[in-house]
């Protein structure tokens, strides 16, 4: 049982260029979420998805964009890479109204 | 808005028992958890309060007190494996009922 899958486990981005971090969940939760983790500052939430076919923006959604493409898969994309988005994010998936988040391993991504 | 305070770090002895404590303000409240952060690794789940009272969950447990906003963390018998970053999450109102978390303690467990 596989849980949530993030790809990339690392990235090292220029100033500029774009990308796009991959979370699949084979629980099949409802509710999927993109965190970034920052030192000293624990999670904050960028994006969620409450259900396939729906987003909302969380604490810090400003220079990401989301994708719920089905049920397993959320998809975080950076459009126009910044150094302030040097980060850990962590993908997380959940039964919606439960306590407890299941996270993927992260994603450490630098931006030069 | 909301917000959500942890000491930044607390050490004890293996065999000790440490509390880690949250407070919390938040509009609209509907629920207390705790992950446990080993360096390098993801948060795992340990607990989640919706009510007042205590949770037990083997060497761990976790209190709430909806009234005073303010939760804690107890690890008993305390072991080497136990040194990591534990965070407080509360559920709330805010952003569809998902959790913001607390800026995590660090506890360093000495021999």
């Known amino acids: 049982n596989a849980g949530v899958t993030q790809t990339p486990k690392f990235q090292v981005l220029k100033t500029g260029q774009s990308m796009t971090l991959q979370c699949a969940q084979d629980m099949n939760h409802n509710s999927m979420y993109w965190y970034r983790q920052d030192p000293g500052m624990g999670l904050r939430l960028i994006y969620y998805s409450a259900s396939e076919g729906t987003t909302d923006k969380g604490e810090v959604p400003n220079g990401y964009n989301v994708s719920r493409l089905n049920k397993r898969e959320f998809s975080l994309r950076l459009e126009s890479a910044a150094p302030s988005q040097t980060s850990v994010y962590f993908c997380a998936s959940s039964t919606r109204g439960t306590g407890e988040l299941f996270f993927g391993e992260g994603s450490r991504l630098t931006v030069l | ?111």
Request: aromatic letters at 14%; glycine letters at 10%; proline letters at 4%.
């Open chain 2, 1 to 111: 808005g909301q917000s959500l305070e942890q000491p930044s770090e607390v050490t004890a002895v293996e065999g000790a028992i440490v509390q880690i404590n949250c407070t919390y303000q938040t509009s609209g409240f509907y629920g207390l958890s705790w992950y446990q952060q080993h360096d390098g690794g993801a948060p795992t789940f340990l607990s989640y309060n919706a009510l007042d009272g205590l949770e037990e969950t083997g060497r761990f447990s976790s209190f709430l007190s909806r009234s005073d906003s303010y939760g804690y963390l107890l690890l008993q018998e305390l072991q080497m494996k136990d040194s990591a970053s534990y965070f407080c999450a509360v559920r709330s109102t805010d952003y569809g009922q998902n959790f913001v978390f607390g800026p995590g303690t660090r506890l360093s467990v000495l021999p």
